[in-house]
Each structure stands twice: as C-alpha cells, then as structure tokens.
C-alpha cells in the first residue's frame, strides 16, 4: 500500500495510485508559527499586524476587512507608502519552538510538512484599500499597484525565508481567492500583468529552497487563469469549483496541474447537512473526474467544516468510492 505523499504522487503524474487521495490527508498543516495570520473571533474583531481591521459577525462562516472611511488602510493608493508599513519578522527562537517539534514529528515519507500563508497577494491589496477600490486602482493608477505588488512580494520572500530556515517544508499551501463562483475577478491579460511575476518569485523562491510541492488554494472560477497557474509553478489548485467544467481540464491540462476540489462547501457544509447529501456530491465528485490528476476534496481551504462531522464524513465517502472505483 501507497503511503498518502507517494499515492499523491502517483495521482500527480497520472501513474497507478491505489485509492483515491482523501482530501488534505498528505498536507501535515503547521499551524503553530510565530507568523501564521491573525484573524478574529467569531462575533469579534481584531486589527491585524498590517492595520487591517477584521471583523466576523455572528452566523458568517469567516471574517472580512472593514472597509469604511475610518478603517481602510490606503487611503489614496498613489501615496500608498504613508499608509502601509510591514510587520516585523523577529521573533525568538523559542517562539519556533512548538511549529519545529510538530516537523519534526512528522513522518515525510508519509506527509509533506506544509506551511501555511493567507492572505495572498491579490486579497492582501484588497484587504489594504477595498476590493472597489483595487480593481479601478489596477487601470486608473498601474504604476502605484505595481509598486505596492512589489512590496507584497518582498514582504513574502522575507516570510518564506522564515519558514524554510526555521522548519524546511515540503509543502507550502497559499491561499489567494481570484474569483466568483462564475468568473475571474480580473482578466487573464491584467492577471498576467499584475500577478504573474509577483507569483513567479514567490513560488520559484519556494522551489529553490527545497520546497517540491505548490499547492494554492482559490474556492472560485478561475479556469481562464489556469495557463498563468502553470507558468507560475502551481502543482495543484485547491478550491476548484464544478463551474470551472473540471473534466475537461483535467483533459487538457491534468499533465501540467492537478485539481483538487469539486465539492462544493457551500452544498455539504451547512446547517442543515446530512450524511445522504455528502454522499450525493462525493459521488458525483468521483465519478465525473476520474482517479487521475484529481484530488475530491471540498473547496473550504482547510481540512476543517464549518458544522461538525461534515469533513469527516466526507473522507469516509471518499473511501466509498475507492472502494468502487479502484
């Protein structure tokens, strides 16, 4: 029997895995560094170490920027420098000390250690001074954004540097929403302006360093945008929803990228969840997209549910279809 990193593998360069992969069950997740985001209590708010004011109200599934004229960060993106200061990244070495004990106990023939970074560039800018106000600052001021990208850039390039000194992953899982559930927030053409060189130093970084796996996480469309993906050294997208018409990528790209997602959280992860409804959509899930290039897993981005016992059961459905399938 595979171990779950090699069945991974397997699955990744369309070779003979042994069952399907459930979900996150190769990403060892560290989530105890001294630099994971901060984010708010349910019905709280925090500032976050950029000024970001966050808030998650009673009854949402995830926090949000405050975007009025009190809270935005950049208050005009053309003197984005008065308003946006990175934080620090010096932190004693025993504040490492918890996040290089659980990589350490972690076995990386089985698992790849993972680090974990959110917001990514995209949400970071939009965190900063509104999503309104980016996507017009993206035609109306392009020198200023592309500025702002590049500190971005740098600031992460710092971040990852931490990480792969203080706990050499193998894995990084990078979160960077670039849609709605129909299409891309901005085109392929301006993606490739704004984003593509940003993600290129960022993942290439990564890759130099000893990292082998890109996994990057967006819970949207964003099946235009897969070409700038493979140019920018994604190994798998994670979040794939079925309005990205995910067989017929598997089809013409599965060589290049792996997928993983295609269900949909939204129809499993509520309140009024039931064990036949998780069945309904992991089969479906299974069955249109085949063991190759293909990862079932729910779009969230993170090996968690938001009512309990819906991730669960859906690995136990998942190894359902292995049984049928493999």
């Given at each position: 029997?595979?171990?779950?990193?090699?069945?991974?593998?397997?699955?990744?360069?369309?070779?003979?895995?042994?069952?399907?992969?459930?979900?996150?069950?190769?990403?060892?997740?560290?989530?105890?560094?001294?630099?994971?985001?901060?984010?708010?209590?349910?019905?709280?708010?925090?500032?976050?170490?950029?000024?970001?004011?966050?808030?998650?109200?009673?009854?949402?599934?995830?926090?949000?920027?405050?975007?009025?004229?009190?809270?935005?960060?950049?208050k005009?993106?053309?003197?984005?420098?008065?308003?946006?200061?990175?934080?620090?990244?010096?932190?004693?070495?025993?504040?490492?000390?918890?996040?290089?004990?659980?990589?350490?106990?972690?076995?990386?023939n089985?698992?790849?250690?993972?680090?974990?970074?959110?917001?990514?560039?995209?949400?970071?800018?939009?965190?900063?001074?509104?999503?309104?106000?980016?996507?017009?600052?993206?035609y109306?001021?392009?020198?200023?954004?592309?500025?702002?990208?590049?500190y971005?850039?740098?600031?992460?390039?710092?971040?990852?540097?931490?990480?792969?000194?203080?706990?050499?992953?193998?894995?990084?899982?990078h979160?960077?929403?670039?849609?709605?559930?129909?299409?891309?927030?901005?085109?392929?053409?301006?993606?490739?302006?704004?984003?593509v060189p940003?993600?290129?130093?960022?993942?290439?970084y990564?890759k130099?360093?000893g990292?082998?796996?890109?996994?990057?996480?967006?819970?949207?469309?964003?099946?235009?945008?897969?070409?700038?993906?493979?140019e920018?050294?994604?190994?798998?997208w994670?979040?794939?929803?079925?309005?990205?018409?995910?067989?017929?990528?598997?089809?013409?790209?599965?060589?290049?990228?792996?997928?993983?997602?295609?269900?949909?959280?939204?129809?499993?992860?509520?309140?009024?969840?039931?064990?036949?409804i998780?069945?309904?959509?992991?089969?479906?899930?299974?069955?249109?997209?085949?063991?190759?290039?293909?990862?079932?897993?729910?779009?969230?981005?993170?090996?968690i549910?938001?009512?309990?016992?819906?991730?669960?059961?859906?690995?136990?459905?998942?190894?359902?279809?292995?049984?049928?399938?493999?």
């Amino acid at each position: 029997m595979l171990t779950k990193r090699q069945n991974l593998v397997e699955v990744m360069k369309g070779g003979k895995p042994d069952r399907f992969v459930k979900q996150y069950e190769a990403l060892a997740l560290m989530m105890k560094t001294p630099i994971t985001r901060l984010k708010p209590p349910v019905g709280g708010s925090i500032v976050n170490e950029w000024g970001v004011t966050l808030s998650w109200p009673e009854g949402q599934l995830g926090s949000f920027p405050v975007h009025d004229k009190e809270h935005i960060v950049i208050k005009d993106i053309t003197k984005w420098r008065d308003y946006v200061k990175a934080p620090e990244l010096e932190y004693p070495e025993e504040a490492w000390a918890m996040a290089i004990a659980d990589a350490q106990a972690v076995d990386r023939n089985d698992q790849y250690v993972t680090v974990f970074v959110a917001p990514g560039i995209f949400e970071h800018v939009h965190y900063l001074m509104s999503m309104e106000e980016a996507l017009m600052a993206y035609y109306e001021e392009p020198e200023a954004m592309h500025e702002l990208i590049d500190y971005l850039v740098e600031f992460e390039l710092k971040l990852a540097k931490e990480f792969i000194d203080h706990l050499h992953p193998d894995a990084v899982f990078h979160h960077d929403d670039w849609g709605s559930q129909i299409n891309s927030f901005i085109s392929p053409a301006m993606f490739e302006e704004f984003f593509v060189p940003a993600y290129k130093k960022i993942y290439g970084y990564y890759k130099d360093n000893g990292v082998e796996l890109i996994v990057h996480h967006s819970d949207s469309y964003a099946a235009n945008l897969v070409p700038a993906m493979i140019e920018m050294g994604i190994d798998i997208w994670q979040g794939v929803m079925n309005t990205n018409k995910i067989p017929e990528l598997i089809k013409e790209y599965g060589d290049k990228i792996t997928f993983m997602g295609g269900i949909h959280s939204g129809l499993v992860d509520f309140p009024g969840w039931t064990p036949e409804i998780v069945a309904k959509y992991v089969e479906e899930t299974c069955r249109e997209n085949g063991k190759l290039f293909f990862i079932p897993c729910q779009t969230s981005g993170l090996p968690i549910d938001s009512f309990p016992g819906v991730y669960e059961t859906i690995n136990k459905e998942i190894e359902k279809m292995t049984k049928e399938m493999f």
